[in-house]
C-alpha cells in the first residue's frame, strides 16, 4: 500500500476548512481505502490523524487509541470521524501536552475542554452521538479543530511550554 504523503504546518491546507463528505461517497471502495491508508498511517506513532494533514481538504479523521505506556488511565479505542461536529464542550478544562503529526517533534502544553459531546457518522454512514471525557476528548477536539483549519498551537495559553519531543520525555515525561 503506498504511503501517504503527510502535510506539515506552513501548508495553507492546514488552515482550510474541509469539505463535508457525501455520505454515498462513504461507500465506495476509494473511500475505505482512504480510511485504511489513514489507520496505516499512523499506526505507532499517532493517536490520530485528519484529512488535512495527509493533504485531503475532506471532514474525515481517524483516531486509534492505543495503550499509552506513561498513561495507564487511557482506554483503547478506534473511531472514524466523518463530517464530526462538537455539539458542546465542558467549561471545565485541563493542560495537557500535545503533539501532531504535522508538527514533527515539537510538543506543547494545551488547555481543552476535559469532556465534549461530539456528533458525527462513522464508517457505515451511522449517525453517532457520543461523550467523550479525558484523554478520548481532547483528541476529538485536536482532530475535529484539524477539519476547521485550527492548530494544536493556536490553542495554548502559554507558549512557553512548546519544546522538542526530546525535551519533553526529559523534562516532563520521566518528571
Ligand atoms: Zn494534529
Not at 479523521?61 to 463530517?83: F, G, S, Y
Not at 464508517?123 to 476529538?140: D, Q, S, Y
Amino acid at each position: 500500500m503506498p504511503i501517504l504523503k503527510r502535510t506539515h504546518f506552513g501548508n495553507p491546507i492546514l488552515r482550510k476548512k474541509a469539505k463535508e463528505i457525501s455520505l454515498r461517497e462513504i461507500t465506495t471502495p476509494a473511500f475505505k481505502k482512504l480510511v485504511r491508508q489513514m489507520f496505516g498511517a499512523i499506526q505507532n506513532i499517532g493517536v490520530g490523524l485528519a484529512a488535512p494533514q495527509i493533504g485531503k481538504s475532506i471532514r474525515l479523521a481517524v483516531i486509534d487509541i492505543h495503550p499509552l505506556p506513561h498513561r495507564p488511565d487511557v482506554t483503547p479505542i478506534k473511531r472514524v470521524l466523518i463530517n464530526p461536529e462538537i455539539l458542546k464542550y465542558s467549561k471545565e478544562t485541563e493542560s495537557e501536552y500535545e503533539g501532531c503529526l504535522s508538527f514533527d517533534g515539537v510538543r506543547g502544553s494545551v488547555p481543552r475542554s476535559t469532556s465534549v459531546k461530539v456528533c458525527y457518522y462513522n464508517e457505515k454512514g451511522e449517525k453517532c452521538i457520543e461523550t467523550a471525557v479525558g484523554f478520548l476528548a481532547k483528541v476529538f477536539q485536536h482532530e475535529i479543530d484539524h477539519l476547521n483549519g485550527v492548530l494544536f498551537v493556536d490553542r495554548m495559553k502559554d507558549m512557553k511550554t512548546l519544546m522538542t519531543a526530546q525535551e519533553y520525555s526529559k523534562r516532563i515525561l520521566n518528571q
